[in-house]
């Protein structure tokens, strides 16, 4: 079989992709966490090993953020996702929250059921407003209504089929534009 040399180039002389060609994925890191963690914090707190850091190949990259965590809780909850540029400082993707509505808890998603697990897995596209090649980091934040939430175990847990133990990850996509 030939080896191809795209415009004449070797493989490792390719900086870049060309024009044209968006839409391609050009990596992916990814967070699993299997073991349990809680909080009772009532308001937003860092998530215990759900976070990660990509650095984009290319400025005008996308990154597609994808959680999927397995919840247990007493009452109602909440997370959402931050974003800090090159170690600038941690800022909430607001784009993806719900909009400001009195008391209620701005969140990327939430909800409020007792004693079973929930599985919330969410996608978001964070189209940077900046030109960069610099260290993204994403990580998760959660709050608690009231009472413990739990990651990765059902609120009661107790020791037979139905109350499961399961598995949280973070995904990201780095998308070339």
């Known amino acids: ?29 990814e967070t699993v966490k299997t073991d349990v963690t809680s909080t009772t914090s009532t308001t937003y707190a860092d998530m215990t090993g759900m976070s990660r850091t990509i650095t984009p190949v290319a400025a005008s990259s ?24 090159a170690g600038g400082g941690y800022s909430t993707i607001t784009a993806y929250t719900g909009d400001a509505a009195g008391s209620r808890e701005r969140a990327s ?14 996608t978001y596209l964070d189209t940077p ?36 133990r399961s598995a949280s990850t973070l995904t990201l996509i780095e998308i070339g534009a």
């Open 1 to 29: 079989m030939a080896i191809i040399k795209p415009n004449n180039n070797t493989i490792s002389a390719i900086t870049a992709l060309p024009a044209g060609l968006g839409g391609k994925v050009l990596q992916v890191q």
């Open 62 to 85: 996308k990154i597609l953020i994808i959680p999927s965590l397995f919840f247990g809780n007493e009452g109602g909850m909440a997370y959402h996702i931050q974003r800090d540029v």
């Open 109 to 122: 998603q939430g909800g409020n059921w007792t004693q079973t697990g929930a599985q919330f897995t969410g």
């Open 129 to 164: 407003t900046y030109s960069l090649t610099n260290e993204l980091t994403y990580k998760l934040q959660w709050t608690a209504e009231n009472g413990t939430l739990y990651l990765n175990r059902t609120h009661n847990d107790a020791d037979n089929s139905y109350h499961i």
